[in-house]
């Protein structure tokens, strides 16, 4: 059975704190895609990153990063100095081999930076 | 350019209402896909085509009729719904056959109110 867990259902920080956000997942598969996903308050899901199950290598992407550790199954993302712009939902999700494009999402985590 | 639209951005419709929701991508992606969000939760997948022909129904009730016209257009046809369908319909599309390995790209939604 394919789960992703989200354990922190909402966050609040003050502009310009560093924030981690955690990923946990649960496949049998090893082959498999991981993903970020943000929803701001307009509704769209925002694609941030991919990654798959055989690179490890962690990702810097401006105040974006994101640490992939098979070893206890987790993918968890870090903003750097976070903005305002920054409050949204974001999502976590896993596709696995076999499933037909099927992501399966954790439940989010809600975050809320304030000036 | 990552863009999927979706109309209406709103919809009311009562219960004996026929509507529809259109989806549109120019991406030349052959895989385009539905989903269902309720607040505070996140997305479930309804319906995924591949190549214009339906691959994934995830059980999803009659009064729900999905169309694939043609590769940069999808419907979701809508009648007799019930107010505990009202929620944010969101569309995707990847580029190719729906997988494990594909990015799927979303639009920014319809919210349905169904009274």
């Known amino acids: 059975a394919q789960k992703v867990t989200q354990a922190q259902t909402e966050i609040s920080v003050v502009e310009k704190e560093d924030v981690t956000l955690d990923c946990v997942y649960e496949?049998?598969?090893?082959?498999?895609?991981l993903f970020w996903y943000k929803q701001p308050p307009s509704g769209e899901l925002v694609f941030l990153i991919r990654r798959n199950s055989f690179d490890e290598q962690n990702e810097i992407s401006g105040r974006y990063s994101w640490n992939f550790q098979k070893s206890t199954s987790s993918f968890n993302f870090t903003i750097t100095a976070s903005q305002v712009v920054d409050s949204a939902v974001y999502f976590c999700a896993l596709s696995a081999n076999n499933q037909g494009g099927k992501l399966i999402f954790g439940q989010g985590t809600e975050l809320s930076v304030k000036p | 350019d990552t863009e999927v639209t979706q109309t209406p951005k709103h919809l009311v419709m009562g219960m004996t209402n026929k509507k529809s929701l259109k989806c549109e991508q120019h991406?030349?992606?052959?895989?385009m896909y539905w989903y269902k969000q309720k607040a505070k939760k996140p997305p479930e997948l309804m319906f995924v085509?591949?190549?214009?022909?339906?691959?994934i129904n995830e059980s999803v009730p009659s009064r729900f009729s999905p169309e694939c016209p043609n590769s940069s257009l999808l419907n979701l046809h809508l009648h007799a719904l019930q107010p505990e369908d009202s929620a944010l319909y969101l569309c995707?599309?990847?580029?190719?056959?729906?997988?494990?390995?594909?990015?799927?790209?979303f639009g920014p939604g319809t919210r349905l109110l169904v009274l």
């Open positions: 995707a599309s990847s580029q190719g056959l729906a997988g494990y390995q594909e990015t799927q790209y």
């Open positions: 496949t049998r598969d090893t082959t498999y895609y």
């Open positions: 085509y591949s190549y214009e022909k339906l691959s």
């Open positions: 991406m030349g992606h052959r895989a």
